[in-house]
């Protein structure tokens, strides 16, 4: 029999206190503001910036920004519950609150200095969004090919180059901007910078036209003789590759939750229209091969919900979640697009169609796999463990 003062370790999917309330809040939000907006801000590829705003007075904007900055407090789990929830009813709302907290905010509670964290967090928290940009034309997943160069000039860097793919890049007022100061170096050139939207030098170019989170911007920035102060390089000069390696590690978790969030939502919709669809004299939801489907998404849901929860914990915990979370993402990228591809074919005609929401998240899944590392990325992630 186990001792009465034994300690035992918490279900994954129990929530404290302060997370099951923080996730309801999330949701109803989600609900009440965001699912009336969704096919309006997919067809014009925008979100109204009070929707911005009113995340903001949400709290889910400076998630992890401690008090004493103006932000929530919270941790990193809370991020995760957040962009679920967000992403359940539209993962282009999920990624923009991803980005934020699980990449920028992330990476200036880190590698910030004390007067860098004092001149950007309490922005952040009320009403400054962030990106973050790594990717080039020629750098995807080879991501430190990057060859945006920064050149030494007196008391500022001076920055010149293109990124690519930055989501945020239309809303986003503080862009953390990846370049080297020594291409000979390698990777050890690389160096981050904080660079604003008004600095001169700097402008955000075209925005992709793109098959799913289309509400999302994705842009690309062009820097020509772009003038930045030193005091606006985040963390040290030459260890940039630190700073993307292992806020990108973080981020990946959030990517799992978007993937986790959207897939949940299909589900649900599947659910719910199964039971109201009548074929046959009765509910296409009382065939047994639809139910057999619908069970076999659940589990697929339940799995990926298991490992995003891990990894978030870990992280949490400060123990290792390197491969926990490569696995989170793939997984939850994988079975976001199995369970949105059933919840099309459940809902027949109507699943093809706009006037119905799975088509949406059936477009939006297929991000999961490319960004924030592809899933072979992911698989040479997790095969390096598995090999040593
Ligand atoms: C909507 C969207 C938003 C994005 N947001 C951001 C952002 O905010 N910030 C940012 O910096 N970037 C962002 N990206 C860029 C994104 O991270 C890259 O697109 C991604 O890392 C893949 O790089 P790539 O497109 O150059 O593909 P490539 O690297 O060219 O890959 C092409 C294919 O080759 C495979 N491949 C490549 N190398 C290997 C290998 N060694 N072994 C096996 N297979 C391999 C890949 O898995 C993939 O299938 C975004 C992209 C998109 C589409």
Redesign the pocket.
């Known amino acids: 029999m186990a001792q009465e003062t034994a300690e035992y370790a918490q279900p994954l999917t129990v929530l404290a206190e302060d997370e099951a309330i923080f996730r309801d809040s999330v949701r109803e939000f989600a609900e009440a503001q965001v699912r009336p907006l969704v096919r309006e801000m997919d067809e014009h590829a925008k979100f109204p910036r009070t929707l911005i705003d009113q995340l903001f007075d949400l709290g889910v904007m400076g998630i992890e920004i401690p008090e004493t900055y103006g932000g929530a407090g919270a941790r990193f789990f809370h991020s995760v519950l957040a962009v679920e929830e967000l992403s359940r009813v539209d993962p282009s709302v999920g990624v923009l609150v991803d980005?934020q907290n699980t990449l920028v905010i992330n990476a200036l509670l880190r590698w910030g200095n004390e007067e860098i964290k004092r001149r950007y967090l309490p922005k952040m928290s009320a009403s400054l969004v962030g990106?973050?940009?790594?990717?080039e034309a020629g750098s995807?997943?080879?991501?430190f090919a990057l060859s945006s160069r920064a050149r030494e000039n007196g008391d500022s860097y001076v920055l010149n180059g293109r990124?690519l793919?930055?989501?945020?890049g239309n809303e986003a007022d503080l862009f953390i901007v990846f370049a080297t100061v020594n291409p000979e170096a390698g990777y050890r050139g690389i160096t981050a910078f904080l660079v604003e939207r008004g600095f001169p030098g700097f402008t955000v170019g075209k925005k992709?036209d793109?098959l799913g989170?289309r509400a999302?911007s994705?842009c690309e920035l062009i820097l020509e003789e772009c003038r930045v102060p030193k005091s606006n390089v985040l963390g040290e000069v030459g260890k940039g590759y630190k700073v993307a390696i292992e806020t990108l590690n973080e981020g990946r978790i959030g990517i799992g939750a978007q993937m986790l969030g959207l897939a949940k939502g299909a589900l649900e919709h599947a659910v719910k229209y199964t039971k109201e669809r009548k074929q046959f004299g009765k509910a296409i939801g009382e065939f047994q091969g639809v139910q057999f489907q619908l069970a076999r998404a659940a589990v697929e849901v339940e799995a990926a919900r298991l490992s995003v929860y891990n990894a978030a914990r870990l992280r949490d915990a400060g123990r290792p979640f390197l491969t926990e979370a490569a696995i989170c993402k793939i997984l939850s990228s994988e079975v976001a697009e199995s369970v949105s591809s059933l919840a099309v074919n459940l809902f027949g005609g109507n699943g093809f169609v706009k006037e119905y929401p799975v088509e949406k998240l059936f477009r939006d899944a297929k991000?999961g796999q490319?960004?924030?590392?592809?899933?072979?990325?992911q698989l040479?992630t997790i095969a390096k463990q598995l090999l040593g």
């Open positions: 980005v990106a973050y940009a790594l990717s995807g997943s080879d991501a990124k793919w930055i989501t945020n992709e793109k989170i999302s994705t991000i490319i960004y924030e590392g592809t899933s072979n990325l040479q």
